[in-house]
C-alpha cells in the first residue's frame, strides 16, 4: 500500500462546478496534511493546509480530513479554468519517517473547462 | 519576505558529470528540503537539513548529496550523473514541517 494516495484522474469539470479532489494516508499518526497546486513547468505552491478533523474553508477552497478514515479531500467550489492545474497531496511523517519529510501523492490532474 | 531561491534554473549536463545546485531558503527557515520531480516518480523526497545537518534522507543512492551552511543555503550535489537523474530539482524550506514547506522555483536539470 502506497502512504499517501490520491484519486486518480484526470478529473474534468464545467466551469462553475465543484472539484472534488480525494487523499489517503496509510500512517495513522500523522497530524498535519497540506494540499499543493502546481501549474505545467511550474512549482508546487502551498494552497491549504488542515490538522484538526472537519471541514477548513478559505475562499473557494474547502479541505477535509477524517483521521478515523484516514481521508483528507480539497473541495474547489464555483471551479474556474485558472484552477487548471495538478493538485498534490503532501503528508509530513508519512510511513513513520520524520524531519522535515513531506509524502506525495501523486498528483490528480484537473481540467477545468469553459 | 522574499521566497525560496534557487540557482541555476536549467542545467545540461553530461553523463559522468557533477552538479552542485543552490537554494537560498526564506529568512527565518532553518528547515531545507530537497526533492527530485519526474513525469513517472512524481515528488521523491532526497534529504532535509536542520541547522547544519542532515536528519533525514530519502531512498537515494549516495551519488546524491548535499549540505547546509550556517546562514541556512543549502546546496546539493549529485556526482557521476546519469541519464535518469534527469529532473526537476526542488528546494523547499519551512519553520517547521508541520507549518507545511514553501517550494522555489526549481532547477531543472537535462542529462545527455
Known amino acids: 500500500q502506497k502512504e499517501v494516495e490520491q484519486n486518480s484522474g484526470p478529473l474534468s469539470v464545467p466551469e462553475g462546478a465543484i472539484a472534488s479532489l480525494n487523499c489517503t494516508y496509510s500512517d495513522r499518526g500523522s497530524q498535519s496534511f497540506f494540499w499543493y497546486r502546481q501549474y505545467s513547468g511550474k512549482s508546487p505552491e502551498l494552497i491549504m493546509s488542515i490538522y484538526s478533523n472537519g471541514d477548513k474553508e478559505d475562499g473557494r477552497f474547502t479541505a477535509q480530513l477524517n483521521k478515523a478514515s484516514q481521508y483528507v479531500s480539497l473541495l474547489i467550489r464555483d471551479s474556474q479554468p485558472s484552477d487548471s492545474a495538478t493538485y498534490l497531496c503532501?503528508?509530513?511523517?508519512?510511513?513513520?519517517?520524520?524531519?522535515?519529510?513531506?509524502?506525495f501523492g501523486q498528483g490528480t490532474i484537473l481540467t477545468v473547462h469553459p | 519576505k522574499a521566497g525560496v531561491t534557487q540557482t541555476p534554473r536549467y542545467l545540461i549536463k553530461t553523463r559522468g558529470q557533477q552538479v552542485t545546485l543552490s537554494c537560498s531558503p526564506i529568512?527565518?527557515?532553518?528547515?531545507v528540503s530537497w526533492y527530485q520531480q519526474t513525469p513517472g516518480q512524481g515528488l521523491q523526497f532526497l534529504f532535509e537539513?536542520?541547522?547544519?545537518?542532515?536528519?533525514n534522507k530519502g531512498n537515494f543512492p549516495g551519488r546524491f548529496s548535499g549540505r547546509q551552511f550556517s546562514n541556512s543555503r543549502s546546496e546539493m550535489n549529485v556526482s557521476t550523473l546519469e541519464l535518469g537523474d534527469s529532473a526537476l530539482y526542488l528546494c523547499?524550506?519551512?519553520?517547521?514541517?508541520?507549518?507545511?514547506?514553501?517550494f522555489g522555483s526549481g532547477t531543472r536539470l537535462t542529462v545527455v
Open positions: 537539513y536542520f541547522s547544519e545537518t542532515q536528519r
Open positions: 503532501g503528508v509530513p511523517n508519512a510511513g513513520g519517517t520524520s524531519y522535515g519529510k513531506l509524502t
Open positions: 523547499a524550506s519551512s519553520e517547521t514541517v508541520n507549518y507545511g514547506y514553501t
Open positions: 529568512s527565518g527557515h532553518r528547515s
